[in-house]
C-alpha cells in the first residue's frame, strides 16, 4: 500500500515538474527571443500604403497591419496563432451571435403580435356579450334609451374636463416650467463648483510639484536623473527604434527659400540619420513622395534590464517619494 502511494506521489511530482520546465521555458522564450517587425511606406501624390508585419518565434504569433491596399482603401489586419487567423474567427462567432440575437427578437415580436391579436378578440367578445346583456323582451326603444344615457354621460365628462382642463394645463405649464429652471440652476451651479474645486486641486498639485522641484533642483538630484535617464533611457530608445532603414523620400514646398532652410535644418541631423535613407529635395514643387523600408527588433529582456536599473536608482526613489508625499 505504502509503495503504491509512493508511486503515485512520484507520478505527481513528475507531472508538476513538467510543467514548471514548460512554464520556465516558456518564459525564457518571452525574455529572451527577439520580436522581429517590419514594414514599408509608400506615398505617391495623394496615395499612401503603410505594410506593417510583427512576428516571435519563428511565426508562431503573427501580426499583419496594411492600409491603403492598391493607394487606397482603410485599415485592414490579422492576428495569427500558430497559423490560425484569432481575428478573423472571433469576428465571424460574433457575427453569429448577432444573427443568432435577431432571430430570436423575431420570434418574441411574432410571440407579441399574436398576444395582442388574441386580447383583442377577448375585448370583442366581452364587448358583444355586454350589448347582449340587457334583457330578452326589452324593446328597441329601451336600447334607444340605454344608449342615450351612455352617450349623455360621455359628453358630460368630456364637458368636466374641458372646463377644468384649461386651467389645469395653464397650471402645469407654470409648475414645469418653474421645475426646469430649479433643475438648470442646480446643475449650472453644481458644474460651476465642481470645475472650480479641480481648478484649486489641479492648482495645489502644480505647487507641490514646483516645491519638488526646487528642492531636488537645489540638492543637484536633477542633474544625476538627467545622467541616469540617459544612460538607461537612451538605450531603451535606441533598441526599439528600427535597425535598418532604406529608400528615398522627396521632399519641397513649392518655395526655394523655405526648401533650402527645410534641408538645412535635416543637414544638421544627418549624420544620425541611416546611411541607405536618400533625401531628395525638390525645390520648384510643393510635394512629399517617399518609399521606404525599415526593419528592427526587440528583445524584452533588454528593455526590462534597463526599466529595472531605473527604478532601483536612489535618486529615481527619492524624486518618487517626494511626488507621493
Not at 514548471?20 to 501624390?45: D, N, Q, S, T, W
Not at 491603403?68 to 485592414?76: A, L, R
Not at 490579422?78 to 484569432?86: C, H, Q, S, V
Request: net charge positive; hydrophobic share 45%; proline share 3%.
Amino acid at each position: 500500500m505504502l509503495t503504491v502511494f509512493l508511486h503515485i506521489l512520484a507520478r505527481i511530482g513528475i507531472v508538476l515538474l513538467c510543467i514548471l520546465a514548460a512554464v520556465l521555458v516558456l518564459i525564457l522564450l518571452i525574455l529572451f527571443v527577439p520580436v522581429l517587425y517590419g514594414g514599408h511606406v509608400e506615398k505617391h501624390g495623394d496615395g499612401l500604403k503603410v505594410q506593417i508585419k510583427v512576428s516571435w518565434l519563428f511565426r508562431v504569433v503573427y501580426f499583419r497591419f496594411l492600409f491603403g491596399k492598391d493607394g487606397s482603401g482603410g485599415p485592414e489586419y490579422e492576428l495569427y496563432i500558430l497559423g490560425f487567423p484569432l481575428l478573423r474567427f472571433l469576428k465571424k462567432r460574433k457575427m453569429k451571435k448577432q444573427t443568432s440575437g435577431k432571430k430570436i427578437s423575431r420570434k418574441k415580436s411574432s410571440r407579441k403580435k399574436k398576444h395582442k391579436q388574441e386580447d383583442l378578440e377577448i375585448v370583442l367578445e366581452k364587448d358583444y356579450t355586454s350589448k347582449k346583456s340587457l334583457p330578452a323582451g326589452a324593446t328597441d326603444t329601451d336600447r334607444i334609451k340605454s344608449g342615450q344615457n351612455t352617450a349623455e354621460q360621455q359628453t358630460n365628462e368630456t364637458d368636466n374636463i374641458s372646463k377644468t382642463g384649461f386651467f389645469g394645463r395653464i397650471v402645469n405649464a407654470v409648475k414645469k416650467a418653474i421645475l426646469t429652471l430649479i433643475s438648470k440652476i442646480k446643475t449650472l451651479f453644481n458644474r460651476i463648483r465642481n470645475i472650480f474645486t479641480k481648478l484649486v486641486q489641479a492648482f495645489r498639485k502644480i505647487k507641490d510639484l514646483l516645491a519638488v522641484y526646487t528642492k531636488l533642483r537645489d540638492s543637484g538630484t536633477i542633474a544625476r536623473l538627467l545622467q541616469v535617464a540617459g544612460k538607461h533611457g537612451m538605450p531603451i530608445i535606441k533598441h526599439i527604434l528600427p535597425r535598418r532603414i532604406r529608400g528615398e523620400v522627396i521632399f519641397g514646398t513649392g518655395d526655394p527659400c523655405s526648401t533650402g532652410e527645410a534641408l538645412g535644418a535635416i543637414a544638421a541631423v544627418y549624420p544620425f540619420l541611416p546611411k541607405e535613407l536618400t533625401l531628395i529635395p525638390d525645390f520648384e514643387e510643393a510635394v512629399l513622395e517617399a518609399d521606404v523600408t525599415f526593419k528592427g527588433h526587440i528583445t524584452i529582456a533588454v528593455i526590462l534590464y534597463h526599466v529595472i536599473r531605473l527604478i532601483l536608482n536612489k535618486d529615481v526613489k527619492k524624486m518618487m517619494k517626494m511626488i507621493r508625499a
